[in-house]
């Protein structure tokens, strides 16, 4: 059997119907009409295996998700697009880096001993600690900040307000200046081997710090420790959670009071915390919870949210700002002066879309922790 | 169903629930609880003064689909069988709050019976069938479609009770939004069906009465515009597949090969679906006044309940359970099924396995018979 061919046994794609369910929800197909989960399917069932592997379209999926959560045949297209990167990396195949290839060059350099993470940024008016049952997964929020300066992307503040949100638990979590990337976009971009090792050593420090509860702010972070890390390692020994379970919790129980924060504003799911993990509620619920505060739903939510448009620093075109501008139409239009992100990505590649020229009006974007830690310092933000 | 009610060896007992069923093939004991009317059946003759005087409104009218109200006292639907009057006791003014009975008073046969108390029925039977149809899936939690949502987005039974002269709008096929006529309308298929994380099956009569909707639609309007969105169009059988010729010549209905895969709404919530047209390759938006989505067929409310009660097993997805070489016959001997109650058929099929499981119930009650006389 072709390396094509495992592929399809594994992801069961010959249950194809045909009925372009994929390509009618596709974020991507919608604005590029040479871009279509069907015909690749079709294309890998039908034609020598060459045809797919060494389609360039294989590296625009945003795996996003959204054709597998409505696939009348249950077959996950990113998965499918996950392995025949794998097998096409191994043919020495790859996608248009963005950003020049920066963000790849730092993951591949988080896989030698040259990396350690400087942790000064915290200061001393937060909490945290060398051991304990919780543990803070920063991830890559500090090297974003760097990267991203035109953006003004925050990445430390969003990892800083997350921290204070945790000290108002009455959680004093461990950081660690050893851990590295979590490998997310390696193993979705088809890179399984270096994954395996960030992984590997990952769960090493983890188990140094001897917590048994490991907390992340971004989803991605969270659904490969949750979803992938256990697919290689068997049953993790600690929990994975992300902050709004164990915020959504303790609103539950009373005791988290937030402070007013007098504004309009819209959510976006993030794919990993929405369609991946199920996580629609908690962020919800917190959001809610703040007096003053007006949720405005968009349209599509939850597990119909459209994904911000670009994934893994791979392929992001014309077609990609496409899909984020009509995003933040949508989110403009529900009238909310902020756009509330929970994913540190979904801030980026919105914020990036934000400078087009066709916007009239320019929403606010905000990571959800920021604004908590906001409402918590009573500051008004309105 | 009118004959069902004529017939002088049929004894209909509607408004009733079974309750037990003991015994075994040839000598079933079954208990029924035939539910108070608080009208007296013998009397009644539904002629509608009582509910036309009833001054209690505002009660969702299920068969209506609850697109309008109906009032506590009622007849299911125009015409039903048996033509009686019931009272909805929840409902009920005089039963809510001790005052009104306006009913009896208007009653000009004496009907209205308000002492009435639910009766138990005790029936010695040779055989019994099962023949309880089906429900239709809740569209709300496909939530790409919008259902709920977006107003103009409606069921395929939601569409049936608009088109029809004794529905709601009086066979006008108006919009939730605003009430203004739907001219171009989408019919989708294999809402639910054919799809391994909902209903895997196919449930085998979408695609004909979508396409006999679309044709109703373009009798009650000319200028009205049909799209019909399907996978692969099942008419199967030996008129069928003329039947959708038809639809294509002389109904001017448009057929998609494609499965939408969102709807969304503009401003004047006129539904916008999205799909890929999969014969030309091209993802598109149609925007119409109507979406009518075609729901899966789900085995009916209570027969899990029911199938508990006649020890009867049922099937993955929760249809009695019947298999060859009798495909009425359930598990339980002398216990039959037919219809959608086994699995989803057209009207030809269901008719055409009542009397198989009538011969079938038959044969049971003819042997005892044959037995005593020995």
């Not at chain 1, 050893?178 to 193993?187: A, I, L, V, W």
């Not at chain 1, 893994?312 to 009509?326: A, D, G, P």
């Not at chain 2, 002269?165 to 069906?193: F, N």
């Not at chain 2, 090969?257 to 091209?282: F, K, L, M, S």
Request: glycine residues 8%; neutral net charge.
């Amino acid at each position: 059997m072709t390396e094509l061919g495992k592929i399809i046994q594994e992801t069961k794609a010959y249950y194809c119907l045909e009925c372009g369910i994929c390509t009618g929800s596709c974020p991507i197909s919608r604005y590029d009409s040479t871009y279509s989960p069907r015909l690749m399917v079709e294309r890998a069932l039908l034609l020598p295996e060459a045809n797919t592997i060494e389609d360039e379209h294989v590296w625009s999926c945003l795996t996003c998700g959204t054709c597998g959560s409505r696939c009348p045949s249950a077959i996950e297209y990113r998965g499918f697009t996950r392995l025949v990167r794998d097998v096409a990396r191994g043919r020495g195949l790859e996608g248009v880096c963005t950003h020049a290839g920066t963000i790849q060059a730092m993951m591949e350099l988080q896989t030698t001993n040259l990396f350690e993470k400087d942790l000064s940024w915290i200061g001393e008016d937060l909490k945290v600690s060398k051991t304990g049952e919780y543990y803070y997964f920063i991830g890559c929020l500090p090297q974003f900040e760097a990267i991203f300066k035109e953006l003004h992307f925050d990445g430390k503040e969003h990892a800083r307000s997350t921290i204070k949100v945790l000290n108002r638990l009455g959680i004093e979590p461990v950081v660690s200046s050893q851990e590295k990337c979590c490998g997310h976009d390696f193993y979705w971009s088809g890179q399984f081997e270096g994954f395996k090792e960030l992984a590997r050593y990952n769960l090493e420090v983890i188990k140094k710090s001897k917590a048994d509860k490991i907390v992340f702010s971004c989803p991605e972070g969270y659904a490969a420790f949750k979803q992938i890390y256990p697919e290689l390692f068997g049953k993790l020994k600690f929990e994975v959670l992300h902050i709004t379970e164990l915020i959504a919790a303790k609103i539950k129980k009373g005791g988290f009071d937030l402070g007013e924060v007098g504004c309009k504003v819209t959510y976006q799911d993030p794919c990993r915390l929405g369609r991946f993990s199920g996580i629609y509620e908690e962020p919800r619920e917190i959001l809610k919870s703040i007096p003053g505060l007006e949720l405005i739903e968009m349209p599509r939510n939850r597990k119909e949210a459209v994904c911000c448009g670009s994934s893994t620093w791979i392929n992001c075109s014309r077609v990609n700002k496409r899909i984020q501008l009509e995003r933040l139409k949508e989110a403009q239009k529900t009238g909310a002066e902020i756009l509330i992100t929970a994913c540190p990505k979904c801030k980026i590649h919105l914020s990036c879309a934000l400078k087009d020229n066709d916007l009239d009006e320019k929403v606010e974007i905000k990571d959800l922790n920021v604004l908590l830690a906001e409402s918590l310092g009573g500051k008004d933000i309105a | 169903m009118l004959d069902v009610g004529r017939h002088p060896n049929i004894n209909m007992l509607a408004y009733s629930e079974v309750k037990e069923v003991n015994g075994e093939v040839g000598n079933f004991t079954v208990k029924i609880n035939k539910k108070a009317r608080y009208v007296k059946e013998e009397v009644c003759n539904a002629c509608g003064d009582c509910i036309a005087k009833c001054p209690m409104k505002k009660v969702p009218d299920e068969f209506d689909m609850k697109l309008r109200n109906r009032k506590a006292i009622y007849l299911y639907f125009s015409q039903g069988i048996p033509a009686i009057a019931t009272i909805d006791k929840e409902h009920c003014i005089y039963f809510q709050t001790g005052k009104c009975r306006v009913c009896e008073k208007f009653c000009q046969k004496g009907a209205i019976d308000f002492e009435q108390q639910d009766q138990t029925l005790n029936l010695n039977v040779g055989a019994v069938i099962l023949a309880t149809g089906f429900d239709l899936l809740d569209p709300s939690g496909l939530t790409q479609y919008g259902y709920g949502r977006i107003k103009n987005v409606i069921t395929g039974l939601e569409y049936e009770r608009l088109i029809n002269a004794t529905g709601p709008t009086g066979g006008h096929l108006l919009r939730r939004s605003d009430e203004k006529s739907a001219k171009r309308v989408a019919y989708l298929q294999c809402i639910g069906s054919r799809d391994l994380n909902n209903c895997s099956y196919c449930s085998h009569v979408c695609c004909m009465y979508s396409i006999k909707d679309a044709m109703l639609a373009k009798e009650h309007d000319p200028d009205s515009v049909s799209y019909i969105f399907h996978t692969d169009l099942r008419n199967v059988g030996k008129w069928f597949q003329k039947y959708e010729i038809r639809g294509k010549e002389e109904y001017g209905i448009n057929f998609i090969r494609g499965r939408v895969a969102e709807i969304t709404e503009d401003e004047e919530q006129n539904p916008i679906v999205w799909y890929e047209d999969t014969n030309t390759h091209e993802v598109r938006s149609r925007t119409v006044d109507m979406v009518v989505l075609a729901t899966a067929a789900i085995p009916s409310k209570g027969i899990k309940e029911l199938a508990k009660l006649v020890g009867v097993k049922t099937d993955e997805y929760g249809f009695i359970k019947t298999g060859l070489p009798f495909p009425t016959d359930t598990s339980v001997a002398g216990v039959f099924a037919c219809g959608f109650c086994i699995a989803p058929a057209d009207i030809p099929e269901s008719v055409a396995q009542a009397s198989a499981a009538a011969s079938r119930a038959a044969e049971v009650v003819f042997a005892r018979k044959a037995k005593k006389r020995a």
